[in-house]
């Protein structure tokens, strides 16, 4: 089977909290995505809850994909081949896409393909910018990683630095919680602090000057630590400065990452990266460098099934269909070269 | 009318295809790899050994459970998918009706039980028919206890059938005398899935793919793990 601009990719994911499909056409042109969030179901809880996921997969998994075609406009005898996140995530909500999408690409007789859901979220920028080049630095900021990664080419990628404790938006949870805020905690926290002072509070900023590591763990504890010490402490300061100091170290470190590979452009993804202080500070330093730097829309940067499809053109493009005895790997990781 | 019935809701996987003719073809196992990595080969291998195309489905069965919440989870989105891509009905058929059925010439009581993990069980109590079995109680989630005691609440010679009778069968025998199907018997299978499901469809006894609804019996454990869900995001 010839993978050109003319293959129509359906991209399905159900890795932990949204439940999407979408139509891509030769790797780069979304013609559709549907994305139903749970955010409401897990709320109550402070954190999704993976039968809880499992079960609205199951439910919401067919009307997404309905819509995504309808949307297109397309027969669905149209579609050339059906990829799906299958790691990482929650097992069970892996595998109500895993097992639907192989049915889906039984049923209408086209290839199946496996997609590594990091992987995925690389490419989400190319669907909005076409024109970005190797070398691409892109950092990817999420409730489960905090990752500076160099895409070389694609499927080539070298880790630059990463989390060595908790991820960003973890940190971004985590503290909202401890702050009686609401769940998720990043968009919480986004909210909190547009009134308060980001200078009222010292926050450390871990490991600033130190590589290309990223450290959250110390910031979370300090938080808490200023507000047992001062009960009083406006809740709206504590969060702006929290948020400050991880904006902070985040755009500084992607700047400096793409400065020393010399990168031709510099791309944020991943939910963290819907977090408006972190937008307005990439976007400035990348102006003050003059670093071509690339901010995905907030639709493109949380997880969706267009950026599945995308992957899934390249993966099926460089490695051909996965075979549909693949199950679902919670843990997977993307590989690296040295 | 050809139907394709796909069981996952125990540590089986079982897929027939079946239709006015009776069961054509049926592949199951039960140990080995897991319920998805099983289940859509099982289909294109059933398909290809039969030598029936997808496209001649004209209704997609399905077990709803109860058992355990991921393999019936993997078996009902693969089926609605299905049924989805050809546009074609569904009907849900209970593990427990599976389990009472292959029992209908029996001459007593027949309790479906399936075990539900952390000491509980899935079950419902049958009465065989003329050409079936009818279900006498609501299929409930309870302790070995409960089943025990409800066995000799019903003061009859009752017969046992399913993994969970099975694995409890010390605990029944020793509340009350009871007879015990055979090991085979024990788990839901897609034969007696098509088998049923082919008496629904004559009676267009059938459902949407997005109306289908597992039967869970059971609330979602909320308990949060902070390690899994940190890592999928
Ligand atoms: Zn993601």
Redesign the pocket.
């Known amino acids: 089977m010839i993978i050109d601009q003319d293959t129509l990719v359906l991209g399905i994911e159900t890795?932990?909290d949204e439940t999407a499909a979408a139509l891509v056409m030769g790797g780069y042109d979304v013609v559709s995505s549907a994305v139903s969030t749970q955010v409401d179901l897990h709320a109550q809880f402070g954190g999704v809850v993976p039968e809880i996921a499992g079960r609205a997969h199951l439910d919401l998994l067919n009307p997404m994909v309905a819509r995504a075609i309808v949307e297109a406009g397309v027969q669905p005898e149209r579609i050339d081949a059906v990829a799906c996140t299958v790691g990482p995530g929650l097992i069970g909500a892996l595998l109500v896409g895993v097992s639907a999408a192989k049915a889906l690409a039984l049923t209408w007789d086209v290839p199946f393909v496996g997609v590594n859901?990091?992987e995925?979220?690389l490419y989400a920028a190319f669907l909005e910018d076409p024109t970005l080049q190797f070398p691409l630095v892109v950092m990817l900021v999420?409730g489960?990683h905090t990752m500076l990664i160099e895409m070389q080419d694609h499927g080539r990628y070298r880790l630059l630095g990463q989390t060595i404790d908790d991820a960003a938006g973890e940190a971004f949870d985590k503290v909202a919680r401890f702050l009686g805020l609401d769940y998720p905690g990043g968009p919480a926290i986004d909210r909190e602090a547009v009134h308060g002072d980001p200078e009222a509070i010292q926050f450390p900023r871990a490991m600033l000057h130190d590589g290309l590591d990223f450290s959250f763990s110390g910031l979370k504890t300090s938080v808490m630590n200023h507000v047992r010490k001062h009960p009083d402490v406006g809740t709206a300061d504590v969060a702006a400065s929290f948020q400050a100091a991880v904006v902070d170290v985040l755009v500084q470190k992607a700047q400096r990452a793409a400065q020393q590979v010399g990168a031709k452009g510099l791309v944020l993804g991943?939910?963290v990266a819907a977090n408006s202080l972190l937008r307005e500070r990439f976007l400035s330093a990348c102006a003050e460098s003059g670093i071509h730097g690339f901010l995905p829309s907030r639709e493109m940067c949380?997880?969706n099934a267009a950026m599945i499809a995308a992957a899934g053109w390249h993966r099926l493009r460089s490695d051909g269909p996965t075979s549909l005895d693949t199950g679902a790997y919670p843990n997977m990781r993307l590989s690296f070269v040295q | 009318m050809l139907i394709l019935g796909i069981e996952t809701a125990t540590p089986q996987v079982s897929v027939a295809i079946g239709g006015h003719e009776g069961v054509l073809g049926q592949f199951e196992v039960s140990r080995g790899r897991r319920h998805a990595e099983t289940l859509v080969p099982a289909i294109e291998f059933l398909c290809r050994q039969t030598d029936i195309e997808m496209s001649e489905f004209s209704a997609i069965a399905v077990d709803v459970g109860p058992g355990l919440f991921t393999g019936m989870r993997v078996g009902l989105a693969a089926g609605k998918a299905i049924a989805q891509a050809l546009r074609v009905p569904m009907i849900g058929i209970s593990s427990l009706d599976l389990l009472a059925f292959p029992l209908r010439y029996a001459d007593r009581t027949i309790a479906a039980v399936i075990d539900a993990r952390k000491g509980e069980v899935f079950y419902a109590f049958y009465r065989p028919v003329p050409g079936g079995v009818q279900r006498v109680t609501e299929p409930v989630v309870g302790s070995v206890d409960e089943l025990v005691g409800d066995l000799m609440a019903r003061g009859q010679s009752v017969i046992c059938v399913g993994d969970g009778a099975l694995r409890y069968r010390d605990e029944i025998d020793g509340g009350m005398r009871c007879e015990f199907a055979e090991q085979f018997l024990s788990f839901p299978s897609a034969g007696p899935l098509v088998q049923l499901a082919h008496a629904r469809a004559l009676r267009e006894e059938w459902v949407n793919p997005w109306e289908i609804q597992p039967m869970y019996l059971r609330a979602p454990d909320a308990q949060i793990n902070w390690s899994t869900r940190e890592a999928a995001?």
């Open positions: 890795s932990c859901h990091m995925a979220h999420s489960g991943g939910g949380t997880d | 995001r």
